[in-house]
């Protein structure tokens, strides 16, 4: 029988709701900060030590790796709401099993992901028309990249387990420390070694290797509930169902939605060069707009996958509702400072005066309807801890793609075909989004309690 100790792990079915959701969002934004200067290291080492050919390299890879990070994260997803539950329950048992079921589809899932990704890598440059003088940088990229896959899946789901029981400061710290070794062993294999993209790819790996290690003893070595044993590890045929049930929807959903950025992009590419900088440079700043946004949306999808386990209802509707308003609250005052400093804030980026007002006027014309995509993702964390995540998907793909790409062919084949108006297909998707899930839950939870 497995007991519950003194831990790092946070009970929110009890305490000040807001205090538990800020408590549990910070140490997320953080993280994510630091995830993104870890992606972010690699184009800036290569891009002023090897070249532009390797920057190039680096940076055509991006989509093809993140198609496989964000479906995982998606069944990453699943594997938390179904731990939240259980520990809410405190059905400690179920909660052992599943955390054992987690890591076997985890380390699975990762050797497959390894040696298909090896083997498709030429055939997805290809298909990208990846030009001839990068492709051998990009190959050889993406080849190290995926034979460490292993190491980011394993780091990615420990932390989703940690998450689901309230520990996001620990996987922080793992985090912030292997971000510190990827920029020295960067910098090292390149500029001392000279071992060029190769050097990067390298030093990426090693850095994801480490920081799965320090997640797998942390999970062996607690003493709490959700501990990992080698010798109890398996695939409980249920617990799987749950997690991928869960999972799956979430998975599929976020790699579309991404796919579908692609499409926009080709027709701001279109307007030419200054135009795609200034769209380049919004995107960067959107980026950094959504990190409140995507950790309120973990966060409520914990506190609600929690409290339905401890069968506390009313907890979960107060907590949906008090987690949209504060990521609104918040998101509402950085879209104030946005768009009346968009100029400097593009000016981070670049000085050039053509891209500056390009990318000033796509975040004036779309920063406040990001208040709307607070309800989007944020209420989609809440129905994902329910165990409700088909309905966000089938909303969000109809929405974020189906929607965005008609008005984009209508509006730029009909209408008018400008910059502003192309920039703002992204609220548009948002705004049909928010209409669309707010019904939705109404309709499928707001009339009943949850399961």
């Known amino acids: 029988m497995h007991t519950k100790e003194k831990t790092s792990a946070m009970d929110m079915t009890t305490g000040n709701i807001i205090l538990l959701l800020v408590q549990f969002s910070i140490p997320l934004i953080i993280g994510n900060l630091f995830q993104m200067m870890y992606n972010t290291v690699d184009s800036l080492v290569v891009g002023n030590f090897v070249g532009?050919?390797?920057?190039?390299?680096?940076?055509?890879?991006?989509?093809?790796?993140?198609?496989?990070?964000?479906?995982?994260?998606g069944v990453s997803t699943g594997a938390g709401v179904v731990i939240s539950r259980y520990y809410g329950a405190k059905e400690y048992d179920w909660l052992h099993t599943a955390v054992e079921t987690t890591i076997f589809v985890t380390l699975v899932c990762g050797v497959l992901f390894t040696v298909i990704g090896i083997l498709m890598v030429h055939p997805m440059l290809i298909f990208m028309s990846t030009p001839d003088d990068v492709m051998d940088a990009a190959t050889i990229y993406l080849r190290i990249y995926f034979a460490g896959m292993l190491g980011l899946l394993v780091y990615n789901m420990g932390s989703g387990i940690l998450r689901a029981v309230g520990d996001t400061r620990r996987p922080l710290l793992f985090l912030i420390f292997t971000s510190v070794v990827n920029v020295v062993l960067d910098l090292l294999f390149v500029i001392v070694f000279h071992?060029?993209?190769?050097?990067?790819?390298?030093?990426?790996?090693?850095?994801?290797?480490?920081?799965?290690?320090?997640?797998?003893?942390?999970?062996?070595?607690?003493?709490?509930?959700?501990?990992?044993?080698?010798?109890?590890?398996?695939?409980?045929?249920?617990v799987l169902r749950q997690i991928f049930t869960i999972g799956l929807p979430a998975g599929v959903q976020s790699v579309l939605t991404a796919f579908s950025n692609v499409f926009v992009q080709s027709y701001i590419n279109s307007f030419g060069s200054a135009c795609m900088a200034g769209w380049s440079c919004y995107n960067k700043l959107d980026t950094f707009i959504m990190l409140p946004m995507q950790s309120m949306s973990q966060a409520a999808t914990t506190f609600v996958g929690q409290n339905i386990g401890a069968g506390k209802n009313d907890r979960v509707n107060k907590g949906t509702v008090q987690s949209i308003t504060l990521i609104v609250g918040i998101t509402g005052v950085i879209a104030v400072f946005l768009f009346f400093l968009a100029a400097p804030a593009t000016g981070i980026f670049t000085g050039d005066v053509e891209v500056i007002r390009y990318g000033a006027m796509f975040l004036r014309t779309n920063v406040f309807f990001m208040l709307l995509n607070c309800v989007n993702h944020?209420?989609?964390?809440?129905?994902?801890?329910?165990?409700?995540?088909?309905?966000?998907?089938?909303?969000?793909?109809?929405?974020?793609?189906?929607?965005?790409?008609?008005?984009?062919?209508?509006?730029?084949?009909?209408?008018?075909?400008?910059?502003?108006?192309?920039?703002?297909?992204?609220?548009?998707?948002?705004?049909?989004?928010?209409?669309?899930?707010?019904?939705?839950?109404?309709?499928?939870?707001?009339r009943k309690r949850p399961d």
């Open 52 to 73: 532009k050919e390797a920057l190039a390299a680096v940076g055509s890879t991006t989509m093809i790796v993140n198609m496989l990070v964000f479906f995982f994260n």
């Open 195 to 238: 071992a060029g993209i190769a050097g990067v790819a390298y030093a990426t790996i090693i850095s994801q290797f480490i920081s799965a290690g320090m997640i797998m003893v942390l999970l062996m070595r607690t003493k709490d509930v959700y501990c990992f044993s080698w010798k109890d590890m398996g695939c409980n045929p249920s």
């Open 378 to 446: 944020t209420l989609a964390g809440a129905l994902r801890g329910r165990g409700d995540s088909t309905g966000p998907m089938v909303i969000m793909l109809l929405n974020f793609v189906a929607v965005r790409q008609v008005y984009l062919f209508v509006m730029t084949h009909f209408i008018s075909n400008t910059e502003r108006l192309v920039g703002f297909s992204y609220p548009v998707g948002w705004t049909a989004c928010c209409i669309t899930e707010v019904l939705y839950f109404y309709l499928r939870w707001g």
